[in-house]
């Protein structure tokens, strides 16, 4: 009964680089969510997707970030050109729906670092 | 907009003690709340839930009860253990149609022996 899963626990890029980060959400969810968390800080929302539909991207960062979630695989957070200010966790997380009482289920997050 | 304010950390209790973590919200009409815990190197665990009015949610021993009087959800436990240092969230999902969920800045939680 796999959970949220992502894929890297940790990644490092030099500045200028690509990162991208991999979520598959738990088995029957179909809405995922991606957060970022600075350290000691709390989670901040980045954008929430469907199935090949981004649903709510206002927390997202209007350049160099994107997210997908196609019909097949995984759910994809993409950051061009890494500065040392995307250094952070990003989590992962998914429901069977997008409103209503459901909680959110969590992956461990990816562990982003900017050299 | 919707918030959730949680008391700062960190919060710093000897093993046994009685913990009680706050919680206030704002947000219209009837929110589901809940409690998150993050242990190091860790995603978020749902912890509990209340999805209406003077609901009670409970696990581990931790309890919180949804007050919309007072528009509060605090976290408390009778008597900490070692194991429950961790990071503790409080959220809310506003009801009707899509809405996000807003977090609180966490609590860090540290109990020693």
């Known amino acids: 009964n796999a959970g949220v899963m992502q894929n890297p626990r940790h990644l490092v890029r030099r500045r200028g680089q690509e990162a991208r980060l991999r979520c598959s959400p738990m088995k029957g969810h179909s809405h995922v969510y991606w957060y970022r968390q600075l350290p000691e800080e709390g989670l901040k929302f980045m954008v929430y997707l469907q199935k090949e539909n981004i649903i709510d991207e206002s927390g997202m960062p209007k350049e160099r970030f994107s997210a997908e979630f196609p019909k097949e695989g995984p759910s994809i957070l993409r950051i061009q050109q890494v500065v040392r200010g995307d250094s952070a966790a990003y989590f992962c997380?998914?429901?069977?729906?997008?409103?209503?009482?459901?909680?959110?289920?969590f992956g461990d997050g990816t562990r982003l670092s900017i050299l | 907009g919707n918030s959730v304010t949680q008391m700062e950390g960190p919060v710093t209790l000897s093993e046994e003690a009685f913990l009680t973590i706050n919680c206030t919200y704002t947000?219209?009409?009837?929110?589901?709340l809940f409690w998150y815990v993050q242990y190091p190197g860790e995603g978020l665990q749902l912890l509990l839930k209340a999805t209406k009015a003077d609901d009670k949610g409970s696990n581990k021993g931790f309890e919180a009860t949804y007050r919309k009087e007072t528009t509060s959800f605090h976290l408390e436990k009778g008597s900490v253990q070692v194991s429950d240092s961790a990071v503790y969230f409080c959220?809310?999902?506003?009801?009707?149609?899509?809405?996000?969920?807003?977090f609180g800045t966490g609590t860090k939680l540290q109990v020693i022996p």
């Open positions: 997380a998914s429901s069977p729906e997008g409103t209503g009482s459901q909680p959110q289920h």
């Open positions: 947000a219209t009409g009837y929110p589901s």
């Open positions: 959220a809310l999902r506003p009801s009707g149609g899509y809405q996000k969920v807003t």
